[in-house]
C-alpha cells in the first residue's frame, strides 16, 4: 500500500490512500505511535498482530524512510 519506497504510491494508492512514509508527519512519531498504528490500524490499513521482532524491524524501515 504504501509502495516500495514508503512515498504512499502503491498499486491501490488512489484507493487507500496510505501514508507517504518520507513525511515528517510520519516521522516525526514516536516509535510507540507507529507501532499502535501497526498493531490498531487505521482508516483503510488494516491491524497487524506481530511478534515484537517484526514490529521492532516494521519501525526501523520506516525510520530508513526518512532519509529519502
Known sequence: CHGPFGGGDGPNANVTHPANLHLSATQSKSDQEL????????????????DPASNDALV??????AAR
Open 35 to 50: 507501532l499502535a498504528t501497526i498493531r490498531d490500524g487505521r482508516g483503510m490499513m488494516p491491524k497487524f498482530d506481530l
Open 60 to 65: 526501523k524501515k520506516i525510520r530508513g524512510f
